[in-house]
């Protein structure tokens, strides 16, 4: 099992759309200011395409799982 993640910081525009939007899509910042409108950066992320990983499901009720769910505890 993986650790859990932690996010710090995002909570204004800075660190939560600017901070993305450049390691994204790799524009400067000045074209980020000037170049392109708040209304499409706004778009883009919106309709931005992610994938997500599938967790393993663990049969609880099999007691062949009982070691692997005690570490996953500890």
Do not use: C
Request: aromatic residues 10%; negative net charge.
């Amino acid at each position: 099992m993986s650790g859990s993640n932690r996010v710090i910081g995002g909570r204004s525009i800075w660190g939560g759309l600017i901070d993305v939007v450049l390691q994204k899509y790799h524009w400067t910042y000045d074209y980020l200011l000037w170049g392109i409108s708040y209304q499409n950066v706004q778009m883009l992320l919106a309709d931005n395409m992610s994938t997500t990983t599938e967790e393993e499901v663990i049969d609880a009720d099999d007691p062949n799982n009982r070691e692997r769910i005690k570490e996953m505890f500890s």
